[in-house]
């Protein structure tokens, strides 16, 4: 090796090194304090998937927006799955993508803490595609399975924002998730609610928001009936009776307050 080689190698050499050390993620260490490290910790974990649609004209019209900004601001999602079933990732599971907004679900406030944000391509008037909901099936089964997320938790932007958003529509096969496994549907045939049941007290078990008792109704109405009423309908308390029985019988999860507790959403 000639000397002009020796010094073109460790030069290639230098600039790999600095190029390492300048895209290096910077220590997460305050220098006002005494670094003092513990081991009682964990990193931010999802808890919950939100499934939304864009009411947009297209994928590639919804992709624009998520990566720049809308007229509210800058929004993002996780995952957009196009109208063909194409999907595409936008921000990685680990981050904190803005798509929740001002949102509660059960004791969670900071949902964008919480989550995972599936956008799907849809105008919010028409129909779901088969290969959408197809694609939407497999990525739920990786995520919970690799996130570790319960396969229940799967649920609308409109069921955790209530009074601001309707999506996904009454066009949603809620049914279709959950013969595949994921969020919380009533099972056939469905017994009579006891005596003395309360039902707000099991949309609150559910999950639901009753800051807003007319809203947080027309979300359940949305997710599980196909329709938006903001009044009680025959039926609806023996539903709920039969999800909150599916709740009890299911293992005691983390308490809310160790994922988040005041909303900071943009």
Not at 7 to 32: D, E, I, K, M, Y
Not at 138 to 146: F, G, K, N, P, S
Not at 238 to 257: F, G, N, S, V
């Amino acid at each position: 090796m000639t000397a002009r080689t020796a010094t073109h190698l460790l030069g290639l050499l230098l600039l790999v090194g600095l190029t390492a050390c300048a895209s290096a993620p910077p220590v997460a260490r305050n220098p006002l304090a005494d670094w003092r490290p513990s081991p009682n910790h964990n990193p931010r974990q999802a808890s919950l998937i939100v499934v939304h649609h864009t009411e947009m004209d297209s994928a590639e019209a919804a992709l624009r927006t998520l990566q720049t900004r809308n007229s509210g601001g800058r929004v993002s999602a996780h995952y957009l799955i196009g109208n063909d079933g194409r999907l595409y990732q936008l921000v990685a599971d680990g981050e904190r993508a803005w798509h929740a907004g001002a949102s509660r679900w059960g004791g969670l406030a900071d949902l964008n803490s919480a989550s995972i944000g599936i956008e799907l391509d849809n105008d919010g008037r028409s129909p779901f595609s088969t290969a959408q909901i197809d694609s939407l099936l497999r990525l739920l089964d990786d995520l919970t399975r690799r996130l570790d997320i319960p396969r229940q938790l799967v649920v609308g932007h409109g069921d955790i924002a209530p009074t601001r958003k309707s999506d996904p529509s009454v066009l949603f096969p809620w049914q279709r998730l959950a013969e595949a496994g994921f969020g919380l549907w009533p099972r056939a045939p469905l017994a009579p609610a006891p005596a003395g049941f309360d039902p707000w007290a099991a949309l609150r078990l559910i999950g639901y928001d009753l800051s807003d008792p007319a809203a947080a109704l027309r979300a359940f109405h949305r997710h599980y009936r196909g329709h938006e009423a903001e009044q009680w309908q025959p039926g609806d308390a023996d539903l709920l009776h039969d999800l909150q029985r599916q709740l009890m019988a299911m293992p005691a999860m983390a308490p809310a307050d160790t994922v988040g507790a005041a909303a900071v959403t943009p």
